[in-house]
Every structure is written in C-alpha cells, then in structure tokens.
Nanobody
C-alpha cells in the first residue's frame, strides 16, 4: 500500500524558513517524479514544485521561484521542500504527490498528473 507522510509544517514569521519532508513507502519512488502542491482555504490546489525521478531537473511555480527548493533522497524515499523568505501568502496546507508515469521526461505541473497524495501539513506564515 502506497503511503506518503508529510511533516515539518508549523507557524513561522514572515521572512523565516521551513523545510518540509515527505516520506514515501510501498513503492519504488526512485522511478517517479514527485511534487509539492498547496491549497489555501477556499482556493484550488496549486502546483508549487516538482522534481524528476532522477533529481536532475526541478520545476517551480513563479510565485515561489528563487525562494523554494525541492530535492529528493531516493535512498530514503524522501522528498524535501526548503522554503525561504516565507510570505503570508504562502500560508496553505502543503501536499506531496507522486506522478503516475514511470521515469517521465516531462513532469506535469497539474494535479491530474499525480495519483498518490499525502495527507498534508499546515504551514502558517504570520505577518
């Protein structure tokens, strides 16, 4: 059974940093791209960042480019999201997800391209 467990979310002041982790089990995740999405109350779930199965390429939403960094450790089946210079508008529940395609070269940036999701971790940025 595939399971994704996010951690690391908490309350932080604007300008601060957080690192989110997503531990995966039940599958060989090293063959699949992984991504972070976020969803604020009353809004659609939106793409934040993604990383290819090898870790060789990364993709970011314009709103987080230059502030967030996605990485992965395939030996630990874990993906990370380092978030710096946090802003109040980054407040959301953050979800990690695993892509449905095997070793794809074009990583999707919409939620429809992912078929496994974690339960989410709350990030709150105070002004």
């Amino acid at each position: 059974q595939v399971q994704l467990v996010e951690s690391g979310g908490r309350l932080v002041q604007a300008g601060g940093s957080l690192r989110l982790s997503c531990a995966a089990s039940g599958r060989t995740f090293s063959n699949y791209a992984m991504a972070w999405f976020r969803q604020a109350p009353g809004k659609e779930r939106e793409f934040v960042a993604a990383i290819t199965w090898s870790g060789g390429r990364t993709y970011y939403a314009d709103s987080v480019k230059g502030r967030f960094t996605i990485s992965r450790d395939n030996a630990k089946n874990t993906v990370y999201l380092q978030m710096n210079i946090l802003k109040p508008e980054d407040t959301s529940v953050y979800y990690c997800a695993v892509e449905s395609g095997w070793r794809t070269t074009v990583v999707p940036q919409t939620k429809g391209g992912y078929n496994y999701w974690g339960q989410g971790t709350q990030v709150t940025v105070s002004s």
